[in-house]
């Protein structure tokens, strides 16, 4: 009697084992969306954090990095919202680094202080590799001087060096006067130091018109605009 009873039970297991419906098999499609999703959500942290602390190249090859590889997922929406801005600054910030390498700076004893000097060469070379330096000169006994000087060659005053044409950026030319050191070194001092220099703390370039024996007449370009005045702290009184 018990063997009748059981045996209906088991069979309505049976069944019951048999109508279970399996579970479905993992969607690689899912997993691959998830796991892209992981590694960009990742890679834009680090690309924010980039961006927020100023290193924008970095920033940018992270951010180039993100849309090209994880170019469906919401972390590549996110970069591209910012990427274009970051950029024009990272192009802006490599323009700057370019400009101050221009300069070289000195500071050596001398006699009742330190002489310093900021100096850059013009953008064009002469001959060969020779060019014309612009010198910035803070010395303790002879003052503040702006000064042209030149590799291997001499100026030609032939035709009047008194007055230099000038040129800050896209301004018109000025004449400022100019003077040949009596003592016959090859530069050519420009007398209003003060107000060339604060012309050329507000300049990107300066453009000088010159001449010279066996070359002839020249305009130099100087890109001026990564001169950092903090590394001539002795500026004269006013």
Same mark, same amino acid.
């Given at each position: &009697? $018990? /063997?009748h009873?059981?045996?209906? +039970? !088991?069979?309505? =297991?049976g069944?019951?084992?048999?109508?279970?419906? %399996?579970?479905?098999?993992?969607?690689p499609?899912?997993i691959?969306k998830?796991?892209?999703d992981?590694k960009?959500?990742?890679?834009?942290a680090?690309?924010?954090? &980039? $961006? /927020?602390?100023?290193?924008?190249? +970095? !920033?940018?090859? =992270?951010?180039d990095?993100?849309?090209?590889?994880? %170019?469906?997922?919401?972390?590549?929406?996110?970069?591209?919202?910012?990427l274009?801005?970051?950029?024009?600054?990272?192009?802006?910030?490599?323009?700057?680094?370019?400009?101050a390498?221009?300069?070289?700076y000195?500071?050596v004893?001398?006699?009742?202080?330190?002489?310093y000097?900021?100096?850059?060469?013009?953008?064009?070379?002469?001959?060969?590799?020779?060019?014309i330096r612009?010198?910035?000169?803070?010395?303790?006994?002879?003052?503040q001087?702006?000064?042209?000087?030149?590799?291997?060659a001499?100026?030609?005053?032939?035709k009047?060096?008194?007055?230099?044409?000038?040129?800050?950026?896209?301004?018109?030319?000025?004449?400022?006067?100019a003077?040949?050191?009596?003592?016959g070194e090859?530069?050519?001092f420009?007398?209003?130091?003060?107000?060339?220099?604060?012309?050329?703390?507000?300049a990107?370039k300066?453009s000088i018109?010159v001449n010279?024996?066996?070359?002839?007449?020249?305009?130099?370009?100087?890109?001026?605009?990564?001169?950092?005045?903090?590394?001539?702290p002795?500026?004269?009184?006013?």
């Open positions: &009697m $018990r /063997a009873f059981l045996l209906p +039970i !088991a069979i309505s =297991l069944l019951l084992a048999c109508s279970k419906t %399996p579970a479905p098999p993992p969607d499609v899912a691959a998830a796991d892209a992981a960009a959500n990742k890679q834009l680090l690309y924010e954090q &980039m $961006r /927020a602390g100023g290193s924008a190249d +970095i !920033a940018v090859n =992270l951010g990095e993100i849309v090209k590889t994880y %170019p469906n997922t919401a972390a590549a929406a996110q970069v591209q919202k910012t274009g801005e970051v950029r024009e600054k990272a192009k802006r910030d490599s323009e700057s680094k370019r400009l390498r221009l300069w070289a000195n500071n004893p001398e006699a009742g202080g330190t002489q000097s900021a100096a850059i060469a013009s953008r064009e070379s002469l001959q060969g590799n020779a060019r612009l010198v910035l000169r803070q010395h303790p006994k002879w003052g001087s702006v000064y042209l000087l030149l590799d291997n001499t100026f030609d005053c032939s009047g060096c008194a007055t230099l044409p000038v040129a800050f950026d896209d301004a018109p030319a000025q004449r400022m006067k003077t040949i050191p009596p003592t090859p530069a050519l420009i007398d209003d130091n003060k107000g060339f220099i604060a012309k050329l703390e507000k990107q300066v018109d010279l024996f066996k070359i002839g007449a020249r305009t130099e370009v100087f890109e001026v605009g990564g001169y950092d005045a903090s590394k001539m002795d500026k004269p009184k006013k």
